[in-house]
């Protein structure tokens, strides 16, 4: 496809799994955004990638929290000992470069809950 | 940290002009300022985006003054479907995370 692709749409796991979110993001992008956003709240901003280089993972709540672009292109946001608190939609979005007036693309997200 | 922020809701009419201020007042000075539309349950979808002064798309306008501390989306004529969450994003003087707004909910009465 065309667009950002997140997988899964829809994640359900119990308190204390650890959980892997995959972000497709339009081929040729070299900017790769990682945000959550909870009900009725703005995007917040978790980290970003240039090629496989993170740039900024300041906005990552914890060290339960990492994310991976290893190759440049796929990047994976993981989420070690799952607490409810984490419970949100994980958005995706690319861009063509970093600024330059490249906008960001974003993914339909993935709804993650924890029970 | 510099706060972003957008007036929570606002309401129209079909065929009128409205007009969504963000106030961010301390953003990077060689950054864009980009405004997003999103309806529920999917993602934001890029409307338009700006450095200075005034931008003009096919869908809305952007008027961003000298100071850059503000940036109005103008939305021509809405219809129905203009109602949606609008939220600017910016990047902070000094920092490369981004920041959104809070986002303004439109809602178009016919």
């Known amino acids: 496809g065309a667009g950002v692709s997140q997988s899964p749409r829809y994640k359900v796991t119990k308190r204390g799994q650890d959980v892997a979110l995959r972000c497709d993001p339009i081929s040729g992008h070299v900017s790769l955004y990682w945000y959550r956003q909870a009900l009725g709240q703005g995007p917040e901003f978790l980290t970003y990638f240039n090629y496989e280089a993170q740039q900024d993972k300041s906005g990552l709540p914890n060290d339960r929290f990492s994310a991976e672009r290893p190759e440049g292109s796929i990047s994976t946001l993981t989420i070690q000992r799952t607490e409810q608190r984490d419970s949100a939609m994980y958005r995706c979005?690319?861009?063509?470069?970093?600024?330059?007036?490249?906008?960001?693309?974003f993914g339909d997200g993935t709804r993650l809950s924890i029970l | 940290l510099a706060k972003t922020t957008q007036p929570i809701s606002m309401d129209s009419y079909e065929g009128q002009e409205v007009n969504i201020t963000c106030s961010h007042n301390?953003?990077?000075?060689?950054?864009?300022i980009t405004w997003y539309q999103q309806f529920p349950s999917q993602g934001p979808r890029f409307i338009i985006q700006?450095?200075?002064t005034k931008v003009t798309n096919e869908v809305a306008s952007l008027f961003i003054p000298a100071d850059r501390k503000s940036s109005t989306l103008s939305l021509p004529r809405v219809s129905l479907s203009d109602t949606a969450v609008y939220y600017c994003?910016?990047?902070?003087?000094?920092?490369?995370?981004?920041?959104f707004g809070s986002g303004t909910r439109l809602q178009v009465q016919p």
């Open positions: 979005a690319s861009s063509l470069e970093e600024g330059g007036g490249q906008p960001q693309h």
């Open positions: 301390n953003i990077a000075t060689n950054d864009y």
């Open positions: 994003l910016t990047r902070d003087t000094g920092r490369r995370a981004l920041t």
């Open positions: 700006g450095y200075k």
